[in-house]
């Protein structure tokens, strides 16, 4: 079946600084989602992308729907303490059913104050 | 407003028993779906129903199945427990084909089941 190769796997920052984190896939998508999951929480979505090539911003969040279909990536810029989650990858695709989302493994980010 | 609720929040049980899970949407959204997320993984779907009717259907095995009510509920049913069903399950709410963006789901905090 489809997988999503998400990376980097975590990563440990310090605030202020850019995040930049990316997922790739064997196959193409209609659509690319990026969700963040708080201990306890289910994810919620941050952002989406629906066109190959969109690059769409959510405040400090920015992601694009690559060229090729194939892959995402996500950038979060000036980080802070509550950036701290887990991010996911999703893709969809039209053809399946419209909540058959794709999920990567996830990128674990810690910020240090 | 009310986001998607789920019940039990937390519950245990022992292999071989059979688990329910209820999920109540967003109110206006007709599609609920169902994933479930093991411990270190992304979620994984299982189920997607829409105006009472299955849409869609992950690779889970026979002993895993949902319905959906007419006020839009759905209830997750799993039988014959495995230790490896040990999961958060989440269930997510949207539009569906009634309208919104595809892909646009709202989770609700989940249900985790550990299973001795």
């Known amino acids: 079946g489809q997988q999503l190769n998400q990376s980097p796997q975590s990563m440990f920052i310090q605030e202020g600084e850019d995040v930049s984190m990316n997922c790739t896939s064997s196959s193409i998508f209609n659509t690319w989602l990026w969700y963040k999951q708080d201990p306890g929480e289910g994810p919620v979505l941050l952002i989406a992308?629906?066109?190959?090539?969109e690059l769409t911003s959510n405040g400090r969040l920015t992601a694009q729907f690559g060229i090729t279909r194939k892959d995402s990536f996500l950038n979060i810029s000036a980080s802070i303490p509550s950036d701290v989650g887990i991010y996911f990858c999703a893709g969809l695709n039209y053809g399946g059913s419209q909540g058959n989302l794709i999920f990567g493994k996830g990128t674990k980010l810690s910020v240090k104050p | 407003d009310a986001g998607v609720t789920q019940s039990p929040t937390h519950l245990i049980k022992t292999r071989g028993q059979q688990v329910t899970l209820r999920c109540s949407p967003i109110?206006?959204?007709?599609?609920v779906s169902w994933y479930q997320q093991v411990l270190g993984q992304g979620p994984q779907f299982i189920f997607q129903?829409?105006?009472?009717?299955?849409?869609g259907r992950g690779n889970f095995p026979d002993r895993f199945s949902a319905r959906q009510f007419p006020n839009y509920s759905s209830e997750l049913n799993v039988n014959a427990l495995l230790l490896g069903d040990s999961a958060l399950y989440l269930c997510?709410?949207?539009?569906?084909?009634?309208?919104?963006?595809?892909?646009?789901?709202?989770f609700g905090e989940g249900s985790r089941l550990t299973v001795l």
């Open positions: 997510a709410s949207s539009f569906g084909l009634a309208g919104g963006n595809p892909g646009e789901l709202f």
């Open positions: 992308l629906y066109k190959a090539g």
């Open positions: 109110s206006g959204h007709k599609s």
């Open positions: 129903y829409y105006e009472k009717e299955e849409r």
